[in-house]
């Protein structure tokens, strides 16, 4: 089967997902959320990236534009705001709910940008939803290939596989380092496991914190790509 309508098809069995799940009413999904954001505030500080609004700023399967929106919060100019996504009904809701960003139904693999274009490519739990190589090495080309020689890549997904869910695949830190060859990254383990998170969090919010904690608990990578400086 194709990959991209394998993807297409994965995707429509997720929608028979209980929706709370991933509500941010659910206590747990709202507190894998509000770490995950203060890691991203604390990495776009670190990268000089606190003020956002003169960045142009791509998302790689963007969904319904949820992360560019939450730029918007952080300062960023939604002129200047681009997302990719390969599922037609998420784009239709993007426009929708955004009206004013900039969201295209496209694949990643030939992304229409022109060379070193962006200061920050960002992909959310993409990657682990490819299971072909060639596909996954030809977005990261092209992820590389708009991206400024100053700017960096924001990546986050998990690197265990998920049992439950033969659609996806967990990447570990040697293929990501392979996906990206002649680059600098910055690595760190986030999110205290889901199900335990979603389980804890209603009873002890301050356990889930602690046990968050431990890295052996932690299931995403969250990374930070840069081209290397030629010399």
């Known amino acids: 089967m194709n990959e991209v ?5 994965s995707y429509e069995r997720r929608k028979q997902l209980p929706s ?27 990268y000089g990236l606190n003020s956002l609004f ?10 319904n534009g949820a992360w560019l929106r939450e730029l918007i919060k952080y300062g960023a100019d939604p002129i200047k705001l681009y997302g990719v996504e390969l ?23 030939k992304l229409d940008f022109e060379d070193g274009c962006f200061d920050l490519v960002h992909q959310s739990t993409v990657f682990t939803s490819i299971l072909d190589m060639g596909m996954k090495q030809q977005i990261a080309r092209e992820m590389l290939r708009v991206l400024k020689n100053s700017g960096i890549i924001l990546w986050y997904d998990f690197y265990y596989d998920n049992p439950h869910n033969p659609d996806v ?10 996906l990206f060859p002649n680059c600098l990254f910055d690595f760190q383990k986030v999110t205290l496991a889901p199900p335990i998170a979603r389980k804890l969090v209603p009873y002890s919010w301050f356990l889930c914190y602690l046990l968050g904690n431990i890295p052996m608990l932690k299931t995403h990578y969250l990374i930070v790509i840069r081209k290397r400086e030629r010399k």
């Open 5 to 9: 309508k394998r993807i297409e098809q």
């Open 20 to 46: 709370e799940q991933y509500s941010y009413f659910n206590p747990g999904n709202l507190f894998i959320i509000q770490e995950r954001e203060r890691k991203i505030l604390q990495i776009l500080d670190k």
């Open 54 to 63: 003169d960045k142009r700023i791509l998302d790689v399967g963007c969904g």
């Open 87 to 109: 599922l037609k009904d998420r784009v239709e809701q993007a426009k929708v709910l955004s009206p004013n960003l900039n969201i295209v139904t496209a694949n990643a693999e």
């Open 169 to 178: 695949k967990g990447i570990k830190r040697d293929e990501v380092t392979s």
